[in-house]
C-alpha cells in the first residue's frame, strides 16, 4: 500500500485551514490525512475536527520551534495569516518567516503560502491616488503577505503560493452584507464602479488547496483561484433574488469608503480600489475554470447563496 502522507494545517480552526482539514477528512481514497494546528487543542473547534479523524496538535504562528514540531514527518503544510486578528503586515510578514523556516527544517515537501499581491508593485508609496498607510504599504493586508512571498523563496521551500479571492463569507460576518437605508431599499456599498470582483466561498478556497497537494507540479507557482466574477450590480441581483427584498449596489468612491471609520476601512477602501483600477491585472490571475478542476464542487455566489442565505443578517 502507498504510504500515506501528512498535511499540517495551520489554522485549522479558522476559514481556509478548517476547509483545507474537513477536504482531506472527506476523502476516503486515503492518499493524505490531515495534522490540524491549533493554538488550543481543547477548543471546540479542534475537538470538532477531531471527531472528523484529524490529528489535533499544538502550535503557534509566534513560536516557530512550536511550528517545527507541528510540521515534523508531515509531507504538506498549509501556511496562513489572519490580518485582522491584529492589523500589522509587519506581525504577518514574521509569522510567514517562522512557518517557512519550521516547514524548511522539518523536511516539509510541499507547502502551500496563500498570499494576495504586493499592491505598491502597481502603486508605489509616492503615488498619492491613494493614500500610504501604516507608513509603507498601500494595502496593508495584501502588502504583508506578498512580501512574505521572498521569504519562502529564500528558504527554498517547495512552494505553491496560492492567490485567494474575498470571501463571500463576509456578507455573513464582516459587515458587508446588504443595509437598509432611509428609504427603506437595501444596497451593498463597494467602492468598486463597474469592475467586477473575483469571489469565492471560504470552504472552496480549503477545497481548492487540497487539490493544490494532490498536484506536486504546482509547487513553485502562483496559483489563483475564484468561484465566480462578479460585478456590484450582478451580486446585487443575485441577493434580491436569494432574500426575496430588493437590493440594489451603492457605488460610492473610494475615499469615501475610507472614511467610514470602522476598524481597516481606509485598508479595505485601498484594496477595493486597487482591485478596480487594476481590474484586469486582480482577475486575470484567478482563474475559475482551473479552480474548478481543483475542486469540482466549486460553489458560485448563486449556489453559495442559496446554502447561506438565513445566515445573511438582514435589518427588516
Known amino acids: 500500500m502507498p504510504e500515506v502522507k501528512t498535511i499540517a494545517v ?8 478548517g476547509g483545507l482539514v474537513r477536504a482531506i477528512c472527506a476523502d476516503k481514497t486515503g492518499e493524505f490525512k490531515a495534522r490540524a494546528i491549533t493554538r488550543n487543542p481543547d477548543s471546540e473547534g479542534a475537538k470538532a475536527l477531531a471527531g472528523l479523524g484529524a490529528e489535533v496538535v499544538a502550535g503557534d504562528v509566534e513560536d516557530e520551534g512550536s511550528l517545527e514540531r507541528a510540521f515534523d514527518g508531515a509531507y504538506g503544510a498549509y501556511c496562513v495569516t489572519f490580518f485582522w486578528a491584529h492589523f500589522s503586515a509587519e506581525k504577518e510578514v514574521a509569522e510567514a518567516g517562522a512557518m517557512a523556516r519550521a516547514a524548511k527544517r522539518a523536511g516539509v515537501q510541499h507547502a502551500i503560502w496563500s498570499t494576495l499581491e504586493d499592491t505598491r508593485q502597481w502603486v508605489p508609496l509616492d503615488d498619492d491616488r491613494m493614500p500610504t498607510l501604516h507608513g509603507k504599504y498601500k494595502v496593508p493586508h495584501f502588502d504583508g503577505k506578498g512580501e512574505a512571498n521572498r521569504v519562502f523563496a529564500a528558504e527554498q521551500l517547495p512552494t ?3 492567490l485567494t479571492s474575498f470571501y463571500w463569507d463576509n456578507f455573513i460576518s464582516f459587515g458587508m452584507g446588504p443595509k437598509k437605508g432611509p428609504d427603506g431599499t437595501h444596497a451593498i456599498t463597494l467602492p468598486m464602479g463597474g469592475a467586477k470582483l473575483p469571489g469565492i466561498a471560504a ?11 494532490k498536484r506536486p507540479q504546482l509547487r513553485g507557482k502562483f496559483v489563483g483561484i475564484a468561484g465566480e466574477h462578479l460585478s456590484g450590480d450582478e451580486m446585487a441581483a443575485a441577493f ?12 460610492v468612491p473610494p475615499d469615501v469608503y475610507r472614511g467610514f471609520g470602522f476598524p481597516g476601512a481606509d485598508d479595505l477602501g485601498n484594496m477595493f480600489q486597487f482591485k478596480r483600477d487594476f481590474e484586469q491585472v486582480f482577475r486575470g490571475a484567478r482563474d475559475t ?3 474548478r478542476e481543483l475542486n469540482p464542487a466549486l460553489q458560485t455566489f448563486d449556489t453559495w447563496l442559496a446554502q447561506n442565505k438565513g445566515r445573511i443578517p438582514l435589518d427588516q
Open 203 to 213: 470552504e472552496d478556497i480549503g477545497k481548492c488547496a487540497y487539490g493544490v497537494f
Open 160 to 162: 505553491t503560493f496560492l
Open 289 to 291: 475554470a482551473f479552480a
Open 240 to 251: 434580491t433574488k436569494a432574500l426575496g427584498v430588493t437590493v440594489r449596489y451603492n457605488d
Open 10 to 17: 495551520v489554522g485549522a480552526t479558522g476559514a481556509q485551514g
